[in-house]
């Protein structure tokens, strides 16, 4: 059981660490590459809560959360790459000590801490303020990787800490992540209390040694009772035991089982209630306001798109200009680490829609590129700064965004100015904008040679996505 | 060990320890230093001039719908691909690929054309790189114009920008006597070849041989735009080619040099090869509906005697019909 245990967790990191891979330009080919955020039940959950509907995709996660109560947290064990990457860290870090490494695995009473992660998260899903993604360790993982991936990516290093955080915290606790934080291994492990069967302990020919607890991942108590929604059904118990004491049994009388997960009425409504005050004090929805706020082509209406982001980063992973960035505070806080674009990083490609294809949870809407260029997408407007425009201000021609302008007409175009410089007839040609025709791609503002802050600039203003969104008179 | 003298093999071992210490540091030094803090002071080199000799002052144009027999006709006009390249000649091909979009908006050279120029090289035994440095991201630019397919399957590989190939040049005599360029691949080359498109530009009006040059520079060159005329004419000056190889398949008439719709481009179906920048340049003026001598920066080139806008004082001059 352990070599195939083994053998299922080499194999889906191995799955993810591929997928992740081909979340490129050029390798991406159609291939379901979010396929690991699709199976988490907790960002299919989060989202139906929040949007009150989720991405087609996400009928992996909720089949796997249908599957629990019958396997258990069979995702938790065998499945998950974070957990995983966990579990490899707890083996390297583990205590030479036999007796150190057994009271590690004991259960403990403060992983209920995950549970009340998991209820705060939802109420707060359900009034609105959707942060699901920012605990979520299919998420944590990718955003994490992307952030390896792409150096030099904003506040990289702080995902990076943090990793190494949790990663270390596994010599404390072996799969500390897993036991005390997860909010999916929470979901999962509140639905396994519906489960038919469990791991029982023979009174008779137990000997009390300690021994099921060695490698127990889930801290789940087989020496006494064990807790099923903390077990990960890793059978580890079963084959230490020397004893054989330890066995699976269907429909186990009600003391040879655990079945509750350990939260009190109490503590179920104080994190309820935490989760919705939460929501009331932090939620920013503001529609306008947000200059910065430049979401990729395809992106929902704002309140829309908060509802389903997930904070994953596989746009900004895809992203081949590297546009697109983890927002701080462009987006309020509901917003973030959600995507923004940062046109001083890199520019909206025209002949490009992979933001979306890879998208896993909607929020930036599939299109084609047909789609993107003829409804037009239209991520913002283009604005001069004509104090620091070249022909507007400093008697040079220069006009080098309205050649990179990708759209046709050229939402760029010029004046002809004659004027006297030094005595001399020289005609310029300042640039203007046509909002008519300008999409927000920025890559006028990119190209700009006026560095450090360019003469031309985005803002959402005028975006398609909001209804009503432009500030002309149409 | 004793408190007092060290013996022989803790005084080695100890050394070894220091020299180890101090050989790591050096390594990690060096490593990590940051080598952008102060300017290079790297000297501009000379790039070599690619022309064969003997064959100055040539043009041949060559019509028809068949883009590939037209390359093909063209070159028999000069006197074949054989008398520009020859057996294990390292080729440097620049065809314009600036920009991610799909060959039929008339913004990037055709694939067609390049394949068959490419092919060419690769039949007569030479070794074959495709390159330029584009305005949107490189791999993206290959891959959607098509030329990357056209490239491979013609027996060649596109050589993608990169930072580590770059390195200062020296350029022309107008206005930029040095500036960064793909340095690597231009010193690799023996032989170069150009593959402009015919289009439209909003800057100095048309953008063909000489402009398509700005593909080999890097750097901030955002801020040439500041005195095109003078630019592209030192960028005459920069490249001597081989050979250049217009490609009027089909023409960016508006909107340039991006384009960005279909209804920019009408259908040219003409090739013109040569060796006179001027010449190639004047003939893609008038295709545009220019006149050559409206056209400052070839004005500007001829007066550097870089060629002829008269095709009268051409050496070959040759028009056909491929078909």
């Not at chain 1, 989760?275 to 929805?285: D, P």
């Not at chain 1, 990119?446 to 209804?467: F, Q, W």
């Amino acid at each position: 059981m352990r070599a195939l245990r083994r053998f299922y967790q080499v194999f889906f990191l191995a799955l993810f660490i591929a997928a992740f891979a081909l979340t490129a330009q050029g390798r991406l080919k159609g291939y379901p590459v979010t396929v690991f955020l699709d199976s988490s039940a907790l960002n299919a959950v989060g989202t139906l809560l929040s949007a009150r509907s989720i991405a087609y995709t996400m009928w992996i996660g909720l089949l796997i959360l249908a599957l629990t109560p019958f396997l258990g947290r069979f995702f938790c064990g065998w499945i998950c790459p974070l957990g995983t990457l966990f579990h490899l860290a707890s083996s390297l870090l583990r205590p030479r000590k036999m007796a150190a490494r057994i009271r590690q695995n004991l259960h403990s009473p403060t992983q209920l801490a995950k549970y009340l992660i998991l209820i705060a998260l939802l109420t707060a899903a359900a009034f609105g303020f959707m942060q699901v993604g920012l605990f979520d360790p299919i998420a944590l993982l990718t955003r994490t990787a992307t952030a390896l991936a792409s150096p030099g990516m904003r506040a990289g290093w702080l995902l990076i800490g943090v990793f190494a955080v949790l990663l270390l915290l596994n010599a404390w606790r072996p799969r500390f992540w897993c036991r005390y934080v997860c909010p999916l291994g929470a979901l999962l492990g509140a639905t396994s209390k519906l489960m038919p069967g469990g791991i029982v302990r023979n009174q008779e020919t137990c000997t009390n040694c300690g021994l099921c607890n060695r490698d127990c991942i889930g801290a789940c108590s087989p020496d006494t009772c064990t807790r099923m929604p903390e077990c990960f059904v890793c059978w580890n118990c079963i084959e230490d035991c020397p004893e054989k004491a330890l066995s699976w049994k269907w429909l186990p009388e009600r003391q040879q089982v655990d079945m509750q997960t350990g939260l009190s009425r109490r503590a179920f409504l104080g994190a309820a209630t935490g989760g919705v005050a939460t929501a009331a004090a932090l939620h920013t929805q503001a529609v306008e306001g947000y200059p910065a706020r430049i979401r990729p082509p395809g992106a929902l209406a704002e309140p829309d798109f908060l509802d389903r982001c997930l904070k994953c980063g596989e746009c900004m992973k895809v992203c081949p200009t590297g546009v697109l960035r983890p927002a701080m505070s462009e987006a309020g806080v509901s917003g973030l680490w959600t995507p923004v674009m940062d046109m001083e990083r890199g520019y909206c490609e025209y002949n490009c829609t992979l933001c979306g294809q890879v998208c896993p949870s909607g929020a930036i809407q599939r299109l084609t590129i047909e789609e993107k260029i003829e409804r037009p997408v239209k991520t913002g407007t283009a604005f001069v700064d004509r104090s620091r425009c070249l022909p507007w201000s400093f008697d040079r021609n220069c006009l080098v965004c309205e050649e990179v302008c990708p759209v046709s007409p050229k939402a760029i175009h010029t004046d002809t100015v004659a004027v006297e410089i030094d005595g001399k007839q020289t005609v310029l040609n300042p640039p203007r904008v046509n909002p008519e025709h300008c999409i927000g791609c920025g890559i006028c503002q990119h190209e700009c040679p006026v560095n450090d802050l360019a003469a031309i600039r985005i803002t959402a203003a005028g975006e398609s996505r909001a209804p009503g969104g432009s500030f002309f008179l149409r | 060990m004793s408190a007092g003298k060290p013996n022989r093999r803790e005084f080695i071992k100890r050394m070894s320890a220091a020299a180890g210490v101090a050989a790591g540091s050096g390594v990690l030094a060096a490593t990590f230093h940051n080598r952008n803090l102060v300017p290079t002071g790297e000297e501009a080199q000379a790039i070599p001039s690619y022309a064969v000799p003997g064959t100055e002052g040539m043009l041949a144009v060559a019509e028809g719908t068949d883009h590939a027999l037209a390359v093909r006709a063209a070159l028999e006009e000069l006197g074949g691909m054989q008398r520009f390249v020859k057996a294990y000649d390292r080729v440097l091909i620049k065809a314009n690929c600036a920009f991610d979009r799909p060959h039929h908006f008339g913004a990037t050279s055709s694939p067609t054309v390049t394949g068959e120029i490419v092919r060419q090289c690769v039949g007569l035994g030479a070794q074959v790189r495709v390159t330029d440095n584009p305005i949107n991201d490189p791999e993206g630019c290959f891959v959607k114009s098509g030329i990357m397919e056209a490239v491979q399957s013609a027996g060649a590989e596109v050589w993608l920008p990169s930072p580590a190939l770059f390195g200062r040049v020296k350029v022309g005599t107008l206005r930029i006597p040095e500036w960064e360029a793909l340095y690597r691949p231009l010193i690799w080359a023996d032989k170069l070849i150009g593959i402009p498109t015919v289009k439209t530009h909003n800057l100095c009006g048309v953008s063909l041989t000489m402009k398509n040059w700005y593909g080999l520079l890097g750097g901030g060159r955002n801020r040439l735009h500041q005195a095109i005329d003078d630019v592209i004419a030192d960028l005459g000056q920069f490249i001597r080619p081989t050979l250049v190889v217009l490609d009027g398949s089909r023409l960016l008439v508006a909107n340039g040099p991006t384009g960005g719709s279909p209804s920019d481009v009408r259908p040219g179906h003409v090739v013109a090869a040569g060796t006179d920048q001027v010449a190639l340049d004047s003939f893609g003026a008038e295709l545009l509906g220019f006149t050559p001598t409206d056209i400052a920066y070839i004005v500007k080139a001829a007066q550097l005697g870089l060629g002829e806008i008269d095709r009268g004082n051409l050496r070959l001059f040759r028009k056909v019909r491929a078909a």
